[in-house]
C-alpha cells in the first residue's frame, strides 16, 4: 500500500505561481506513472498532467505552457509547478500514483487532496 502526502496548496493571486508536491511512501516494488487530477466544485475530477517512470509527460490542453509535471524517483516525489495562474485553476488537487505492489500487482493510489484558490 502506498501513502501520498501532497503540499504546497493555497491561496494565490491570478498571475502568481505555486508549486505542488506529492511523497509516496510504502512497501512497493515501482513507482510507475504519476499524475495530478482536480477538481472544481460542481465538476468532475480532470486529469492536469501525467509522467511516467520514463519522463514522458502530458497535460491536459489548459494547463500546456503555464504547468510544469516532474518527478524525482529518488524521493518517490512528484511536483506540479504551475504559473501564470487563472482564477479558473482554482481547485482541490489530487495526487495519482500507479504502482506495482510487492505481489507484483498493478494498484493506483490518491492522495487527499490539496486546496488551490486563486484570486482575481
Known amino acids: 500500500q502506498v501513502q501520498l502526502v501532497e503540499s504546497g496548496g493555497g491561496l494565490v493571486q491570478a498571475g502568481g505561481s505555486l508549486r505542488l508536491s506529492c511523497a509516496a511512501s510504502g512497501i512497493i516494488r515501482s513507482i510507475n506513472a504519476m499524475g495530478w487530477y482536480r477538481q472544481a466544485p460542481g465538476n468532475q475530477r480532470e486529469k492536469v498532467a501525467a509522467?511516467?517512470?520514463?519522463?514522458?509527460?502530458n497535460y491536459a490542453d489548459s494547463v500546456k505552457g503555464r504547468f510544469t509535471i516532474s518527478r524525482d524517483n529518488a524521493k518517490n516525489t512528484v511536483y506540479l509547478q504551475r504559473n501564470s495562474l487563472k482564477p479558473e485553476d482554482t481547485a482541490v488537487y489530487y495526487c495519482?500514483?500507479?504502482?506495482?505492489?510487492?505481489?507484483?500487482?498493478?494498484?493506483?493510489?490518491w492522495g487527499q487532496g490539496t486546496q488551490v484558490t486563486v484570486s482575481s
Open positions: 509522467i511516467t517512470s520514463g519522463g514522458s509527460t
Open positions: 495519482n500514483v500507479d504502482y506495482t505492489d510487492t505481489y507484483y500487482l498493478q494498484r493506483s493510489s
